[in-house]
Every structure is written in C-alpha cells, then in structure tokens.
C-alpha cells in the first residue's frame, strides 16, 4: 500500500495567525481525501472533505491537487481551541475496495 | 446529533486471553470499521464491514482477530489471544456510504485496550 505523508510539526503559532498544512500521497488512483482533527487520547473527527475545486468552512479551506497529489489545509486566524493534531485521510484503492489510510497528523499549537 | 458508541472504554486483560470490544455503529450506518492506534503513532485501518461480511482486511487483521455483527445494533472485534504488542487505543466508525465514494466515517470514542 502507498503512502500518505504529512509533516508531524510541531507548528508553534501565536493566536490570530494563518497556518498552512500539507500531506502528500502516492496512489494517483486514491479516491476522497479528507481532514481530520484529533484531540489528545480523543478519536478523531471529521473537519471537512477534500475537494478538487476546493472548498470552504468558516477559517478553514482546503484544496486538493491531483496532479501533484497532494492536499492542504488552511485556517486563518486561528484560535485556541484550534490546538490538536490534523490527520490526513486518503481513500485508496486496495483490490477491489478502497480502504482509508491515514498519515501521521500535524501538531499545531496556538499559544496566547 | 446520532454518535457511534463504544463499550468499554478502558479494558485490561493478561497475555493470551480473549478480549471482545464493542460498537454500536449509528444507526442508518451501512460501512462499520475497526481501526488501532498504538500510543504516539498514527491511526491504522483494520478492517471493514458490510452486508455481514467482511469487504476489507489490512495485514495487521490476521487470525487472532474477527468481527461480528451479532444482532442489528452491535458491531464487535474479538481478539482471540493478545499480544503484548496489542497494546492500543482501538476505534470503531461507521459511514453512510460505501469507502471510495464520497463517504464520511464517524468514529466512536475509542476503547483502550491493555494487555499486560
């Protein structure tokens, strides 16, 4: 099975600051892509999914590249509360399925 | 807003017995999951489920584990005889719609499984 990537930070940021977080995969047949925020020792929750166009919530955008196979993740003015770890989840094909496979998540810090 | 459940949310046991983790998917749930995390690393898919049968398995699902859906609400993973190694915090989810086509999976709030 490929891989996804991310890069596990930590990110160190003071409150009100954009922060931008990357994950690359490897399956160019992968199927949906998702964010997810884990909270320490909590399960993880859905943020939003990925979409080619790029979509919106509130703070946080996401974009997917396909051609670099790659998705971002971007929240503006960031609050407290935003503290947690971002987990990439990546749909991929497996024989005649599509399992999820997740990276190892992003650290981000919002400090006072 | 309908959660996943997952009981117990702490188990201990001794190497080499059984352990049965328990889920109740939510309820016009088709698509049931088991993940694992091992303390500090990342989340990995077990396998999946659906129509009653198994329809994805990782290489860590090997013999010592199976799942069951015994009635319409319970969703269980067994391990027959725990490794040390099986150590973890273990997730159960459940989607809507099969993996691959726009699904989002809900996850329970973990059971913590310590073996010793």
């Known amino acids: 099975r490929k891989e996804v990537e991310q890069d596990p930070g930590p990110f160190n940021v003071p409150e009100g600051a954009t922060v931008a977080f990357n994950c690359t995969y490897s399956?160019?047949?992968?199927?949906?892509f998702f964010w997810y925020r884990q909270d320490c020792r909590k399960e993880p929750k859905l943020l939003m999914s990925?979409?080619?166009s790029g979509n919106e919530d509130g703070r946080f955008t996401a974009q997917l590249n396909r051609a670099s196979q790659y998705i971002s993740l971007l929240i503006r003015d960031s609050k407290l509360s935003d503290s947690a770890t971002y987990l990439c989840?990546?749909?991929?094909?497996?024989?005649?399925?599509?399992?999820?496979?997740f990276g190892r998540g992003t650290s981000l810090i919002v400090h006072p | 807003e309908p959660e996943v459940t997952q009981t117990p949310s702490h188990q201990v046991t001794q190497m080499g017995q059984e352990v049965i983790l328990r889920c109740v998917p939510i309820?016009?749930?088709?698509?049931f999951y088991w993940y694992r995390q091992i303390l500090g690393q990342k989340v990995e898919f077990l396998v999946s489920?659906?129509?009653?049968?198994?329809?994805?398995k990782s290489e860590i699902f090997d013999d010592q584990f199976s799942v069951e859906r015994p009635d319409g609400s319970n969703f269980t993973l067994k391990i027959r005889s725990t490794k040390l190694e099986d150590s973890a915090m273990y997730f159960c989810?459940?989607?809507?719609?099969?993996?691959?086509?726009?699904?989002?999976?809900?996850f329970g709030p973990g059971t913590r499984l310590t073996v010793l």
């Open positions: 989810a459940s989607s809507e719609l099969r993996p691959g086509y726009g699904d989002t999976q809900y």
């Open positions: 399956n160019s047949a992968s199927q949906s």
């Open positions: 990925v979409y080619s």
């Open positions: 989840v990546v749909i991929q094909p497996s024989g005649g399925s599509y399992i999820p496979t």
């Open positions: 309820s016009n749930h088709l698509y």
């Open positions: 489920f659906y129509n009653n049968e198994i329809s994805e």
